[in-house]
């Protein structure tokens, strides 16, 4: 079986992070060991008075007491991480843990719709751009993207403009780079840049009038693993794509209720159908 490290908080309501990522990484088939960098009480977009206990003093102690184990792991994937020491923590863990078979997998979350998320700022996205150089794939929106390059978010990008960003996104270090949340007149989709073989592929769907919290999560928890399990980018995009989009659709009829994420619970059998 693969095992894919996730390094990420834990939003005890709200389902993003890895209350997302374990279960979907454990219905692709994948062993998933998560490192919590933060314990909230819900995720930060929506909920006023959330609670944070930061967790970054326990990251060292449980990476040490893995080197002692020889523990080793097919995918090391990140998503949220609160600060510049978590993120020299994590760049430390990549360059103790990464061999010559692991994918590192970097989903740079910051922000969406233009906006940093509460507690981010611009410093913070510079250091991010640091530490995707020790990434073979990262998965930014065009927010995350763009503060990324250090350049304005604009509400509309042409196809070339998000081509350009990739090859200028890749030039920072990564070998593959996605890009979530494209849209498109009455789609959305994913747009992928291989730098190794030059190949531009792109992945569009029906475009929801509707957005949810967490589907970032859920796009790079089912990408990564689908990577690790060995299917090639091109693939593990049109999982992932369709399978956010099937979480979309189960969510929409219940909105009001569930509008802090997606009921992705729900879709988690025809996910395993695709894995398997
Ligand atoms: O889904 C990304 C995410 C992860 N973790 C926390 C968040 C968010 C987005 O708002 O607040 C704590």
């Known amino acids: 079986m693969k095992r894919i490290v996730t390094i990420q908080d834990i939003s005890c309501f709200g389902k993003c ?37 930061d967790l970054t003093k326990e990251i060292t102690p449980i990476t040490e007491h893995w080197k002692t184990l020889n523990m080793n792991f097919d995918g090391i994937y990140t998503g949220y991480l609160g600060s510049p020491e978590q993120l020299k923590i994590v760049s430390d ?27 981010f700022d611009e410093s913070f996205a510079k ?7 020790k990434a073979d794939i990262i998965a930014p929106n065009l927010t995350e993207a763009s503060y990324l390059l250090g350049e304005e978010y604009k509400d509309n990008y042409t196809d070339e403009e998000i081509r350009d960003m990739m090859l200028r996104l890749s030039a920072l270090g990564a070998e593959t780079v996605i890009i979530t949340g494209v849209r498109r007149q009455d789609k959305l989709g994913v747009f992928a840049y291989e730098s190794k073989e030059n190949r531009f592929t792109e992945y569009f769907r029906e475009r929801i009038n509707d957005t949810f919290h967490g589907t970032g999560d859920v796009f790079a928890s089912v990408c990564s693993s689908a990577l690790v399990k060995g299917f090639n980018v091109k693939e593990a995009i049109e999982i992932a794509t369709d399978f956010v989009v099937e979480c979309i659709l189960a969510t929409v009829p219940d909105k009001e209720n569930h509008w802090y994420s997606v009921k992705f619970e729900e879709c988690i059998p025809s996910l395993v159908k695709r894995m398997f």
């Open 93 to 119: 863990f990549i360059d103790t843990f990464k061999k010559d078979n692991t994918i590192v997998f970097i989903d740079p979350v910051m922000g969406d719709h233009g906006k940093l998320y509460a507690g």
């Open 127 to 133: 250091k991010m751009a640091v530490l995707i150089k």
């Open 17 to 53: 992070s890895l209350t997302v990522a374990l279960p979907i990484i454990s219905a692709c088939g994948v062993e998933a060991c998560p490192i919590p960098t933060a314990v909230l009480s819900t995720h930060t977009g929506g909920f006023k008075g959330f609670t944070i206990h």
